[in-house]
Structure formats: structure tokens, C-alpha cells
């Protein structure tokens, strides 16, 4: 059983940046890869970035590459994700998911294993 928990959400200007972290509980943190995801009100849950198990392949969305970019803490069960040069089409809940499948690119919603409960990010005009 992995819990996470998302912090670092809030209210930016477009163009500003936020950093989101996601604890996880349990001692198999570094044997999953993990996932961020956002969603916005009456659209489907999508894919945002991914990093493998080992830190040392990331994946992003064509959205966001560029922009953001995730890392892991394996000796602290974190995984952040920071954002840069936020846009409106960027506010959303975002969610930290965990995969069993601990490498490749797995954007789908229903192949992960653990999720949290989310943060809400908001960007501004």
C-alpha cells in the first residue's frame, strides 16, 4: 500500500512558476514509477509528466515539455514537479499517481496503482 499526499498548490500570474511535491508512506516508493496528472472541471483526467522508477527517464505531455519538469527523492519518497512559465490552460487539480510498472512511458489513467487526493494550482490572466 503506497498513500500520497500533494502540496505546493496555490494562486499564480501566468508566466510565474509553482512547485508541487507528492510524499509517499511505505518502503517500496523507489520501486514505482511515478506519475503527475491534472484535471479540470467536466474534462477527463490527463496525463502531465512521468518518471521511471530510477529517476532516470522523465515523459511529458507535449503541453507542458519544455515548462515543467519532474525528479524524484528516493531517500525521502518525494517526487516533485516544477513548473515554469505557467499559462491559464495550465490551472487545474493536480494529482501524484504511483505505477507498479516502474519503467516506460504508461499514460493511461486506469494502469495506475496508487493516487492521491490532489492540489489545486490556479493561474492567473
Known amino acids: 500500500q503506497v498513500q500520497l499526499v500533494e502540496s505546493g498548490g496555490g494562486l499564480v500570474q501566468a508566466g510565474g512558476s509553482l512547485r508541487l511535491s507528492c510524499a509517499a508512506s511505505g518502503r517500496t516508493f523507489s520501486s514505482y514509477a511515478m506519475g503527475w496528472f491534472r484535471q479540470t472541471p467536466g474534462k477527463e483526467r490527463e496525463f502531465v509528466a512521468r518518471?521511471?522508477?530510477?529517476?532516470?527517464?522523465?515523459y511529458y505531455a507535449d503541453s507542458v515539455k519544455g515548462r515543467f519538469t519532474v525528479s524524484r527523492d528516493n531517500a525521502k519518497n518525494t517526487v516533485s514537479l516544477q513548473m515554469n512559465s505557467l499559462l491559464p490552460e495550465d490551472t487545474a487539480v493536480y494529482y501524484c499517481?504511483?505505477?507498479?510498472?516502474?519503467?516506460?512511458?504508461?499514460?493511461?489513467?486506469?494502469?495506475?496503482?496508487?493516487w492521491g487526493k490532489g492540489t489545486l494550482v490556479t493561474v492567473s490572466t
Open positions: 499517481a504511483a505505477d507498479r510498472v516502474a519503467t516506460g512511458r504508461e499514460t493511461r489513467i486506469n494502469a495506475m496503482d496508487y
Open positions: 518518471i521511471t522508477f530510477n529517476g532516470r527517464t522523465t
